[in-house]
């Protein structure tokens, strides 16, 4: 038991190495071990939601997130997947304003949340953790950045081959080479911008030819090289 315990305190923790956490000093990271709240989110459940204001921010331990935005056609546009290690939440909560995102668990969850203080606190006296956080907001600003870019350039087609390497790339495989991250044509059509009916038939017309397999709602990349070919119209 006391093993489980000292598993879960933020000092022991794995998951920080890959977010700014890991920028806290040990006295720090003591701080925000005895605030969190660890927290199970099943699948499809509401992290938070567009316009609500945060009191803290979620570390996810394990499982994937969508943020996405809704649109003024009354339409979710997904900006972003987040995944173990990312923190989410975090520009809010520093700017003290109004999340823009919705963030819901496209799978079981395992998050922790951290109180506010736990996260503004150290930027006033902890010049490491203040640069790791402004790279951070520099490297969402690019991805947003190249989303947009991206739908104007891109044709859906081209958007879906991106995505789905991109799912390859970060989710890896399972042991008969289907991706082991899955998005519903809805989620899948709200990445990459354009309508669910759009989304089915790009995604038939590139099976046909032969881009990629479906079966039992998992995809498998049948040739990333062609894929690849694919996005940048070679």
Same mark, same amino acid.
């Given at each position: 038991?006391?093993?489980?315990?000292?598993?879960?305190?933020? #000092?022991?923790c794995?998951?920080?190495?890959?977010? $700014?956490?890991?920028?806290?000093?040990?006295?720090?990271?003591?701080?925000?071990?005895?605030?969190?709240?660890?927290?199970?989110?099943?699948?499809?459940?509401?992290?938070?939601? #567009?316009?609500?204001?945060?009191?803290?921010?979620?570390?996810?331990? $394990?499982?994937? %997130?969508?943020?996405?935005?809704? %649109?003024?056609?009354g339409?979710?546009?997904?900006?972003?997947?987040?995944?173990?290690?990312?923190?989410?939440?975090?520009s809010?909560?520093?700017?003290?304003?109004?999340?823009?995102l919705?963030a819901?668990?496209?799978?079981?969850?395992?998050?922790?949340?951290?109180?506010?203080e736990?996260?503004?606190?150290?930027?006033k006296?902890?010049?490491?953790?203040?640069?790791?956080?402004?790279?951070?907001?520099?490297?969402?600003?690019k991805?947003?950045?190249?989303?947009i870019?991206?739908? %104007?350039?891109?044709n859906?087609?081209?958007?879906i081959a991106?995505?789905?390497?991109?799912?390859?790339?970060?989710?890896?495989?399972?042991?008969?080479?289907?991706?082991?991250?899955?998005?519903?044509?809805?989620?899948?059509?709200?990445?990459?911008g354009?309508?669910?009916?759009?989304?089915?038939?790009?995604?038939?017309?590139?099976?046909?030819?032969?881009?990629?397999?479906?079966?039992?709602?998992?995809?498998?990349?049948l040739?990333?090289?062609?894929?690849?070919?694919?996005?940048y119209?070679?």
């Amino acid at each position: 038991m006391e093993q489980d315990k000292n598993a879960n305190r933020c #000092e022991n923790c794995i998951v920080r190495q890959f977010n $700014d956490l890991h920028a806290l000093n040990r006295d720090e990271l003591s701080e925000v071990s005895k605030a969190k709240v660890s927290k199970i989110i099943k699948k499809g459940d509401i992290l938070f939601e #567009e316009g609500e204001k945060l009191n803290g921010v979620f570390c996810i331990r $394990d499982g994937v %997130s969508k943020l996405s935005k809704l %649109s003024s056609n009354g339409k979710d546009q997904i900006v972003k997947l987040a995944t173990k290690g990312e923190v989410i939440g975090q520009s809010s909560v520093i700017a003290d304003e109004k999340v823009n995102l919705s963030a819901t668990a496209l799978n079981d969850m395992q998050v922790c949340f951290i109180p506010k203080e736990k996260i503004v606190n150290p930027l006033k006296a902890n010049p490491k953790f203040t640069l790791e956080v402004l790279k951070t907001v520099v490297s969402d600003l690019k991805d947003s950045n190249d989303t947009i870019i991206n739908l %104007s350039q891109k044709n859906v087609k081209q958007r879906i081959a991106q995505t789905l390497i991109y799912l390859k790339n970060n989710y890896g495989e399972d042991n008969e080479g289907y991706l082991s991250m899955s998005l519903s044509r809805e989620d899948l059509s709200s990445v990459v911008g354009t309508a669910t009916e759009s989304c089915i038939r790009s995604v038939s017309a590139m099976k046909k030819e032969g881009y990629i397999l479906i079966s039992n709602k998992k995809t498998k990349i049948l040739d990333v090289k062609k894929l690849e070919r694919l996005i940048y119209d070679l």
